[in-house]
């Protein structure tokens, strides 16, 4: 496998239940990313990783916790969402972050419904 | 605090005709700026950059931007459309100020007309 790996594609879950997405780079990439894409809205930066540490988190709130085992594995967990948390979740990686190159390369997302 | 703006939510073309994005950016230091296509169901793609070498930017499948400082505007322009063009795309300004994050646009929708 190539590129950036996201699973699942779609997840419905209730208010209640607790999932979580995952996130696989295959590029050698040291720094990942959770990004939030809401209909018409720019993408909101979540959380970012560098080496395996925690280096942002852009005021998400704590229904949403990641975590990063390794630098090729990003997960997203999910619990007591809310309606307005339905979104395409996007993962991407890149070679550093922070650097001056702007180029990420992105997972195909996976589809969040809140019910 | 850098910030873009993509002055047209939706763009038709027919295909075969010139294609233009607009973007303007704000930025306190000398800025990069990017384009990024997303595609249905798909993520986001690097169509080209601007990181203060020539200010005209040639990026894949034939699509260019032009920076221009004086008017705080980077561009994008195809000039013949292809069915394939039909696609989200967002223009991405970062800065030293801003420890280089990408700031995104909100998107511009591109339908492209047989």
């Known amino acids: 496998e190539t590129g950036v790996t996201q699973t699942p594609r779609h997840l419905v879950m209730g208010m209640t239940n607790k999932k979580s997405l995952k996130c696989e780079q295959h590029?050698?990439?040291?720094?990942m990313y959770w990004y939030k894409q809401s209909a018409k809205k720019p993408l909101e930066l979540m959380f970012v990783?560098?080496?395996?540490?925690?280096?942002e988190n852009n005021s998400v709130p704590s229904r949403f916790s990641p975590e990063c085992p390794n630098s090729s594995h990003l997960f997203l967990h999910l619990h007591t969402l809310q309606p307005e948390d339905s979104a395409l979740y996007l993962c991407?990686?890149?070679?550093?972050?922070?650097?001056?190159?702007?180029?990420?390369?992105f997972g195909e997302g996976s589809r969040l419904t809140v019910l | 605090a850098q910030s873009v703006t993509q002055l047209d939510s939706h763009v038709s073309v027919s295909e075969g005709t010139p294609v233009l994005l607009r973007c303007n950016y704000s930025?306190?230091?000398?800025?990069?700026l990017f384009w990024y296509v997303q595609h249905p169901n798909k993520g986001l793609q690097l169509l080209l950059k601007?990181?203060?070498?020539?200010?005209l930017v040639k990026g894949i499948n034939g699509f260019e931007a032009e920076f221009k400082k004086s008017e705080t505007s980077f561009h994008l322009t195809k000039p013949s459309a292809h069915m394939s063009d039909a696609a989200e795309y967002f223009c991405?300004?970062?800065?030293?100020?801003?420890?280089?994050?990408?700031?995104f646009g909100a998107g511009t929708t591109v339908t492209v007309r047989a």
């Open positions: 590029l050698g990439h040291n720094a």
């Open positions: 601007y990181t203060s070498a020539a200010t």
């Open positions: 930025s306190s230091y000398s800025p990069s």
């Open positions: 991405v300004v970062s800065d030293r100020g801003n420890d280089y994050k990408l700031s």
């Open positions: 990783y560098s080496l395996e540490e925690r280096v």
């Open positions: 991407a990686s890149s070679q550093d972050p922070g650097v001056d190159t702007g180029e990420l390369f």
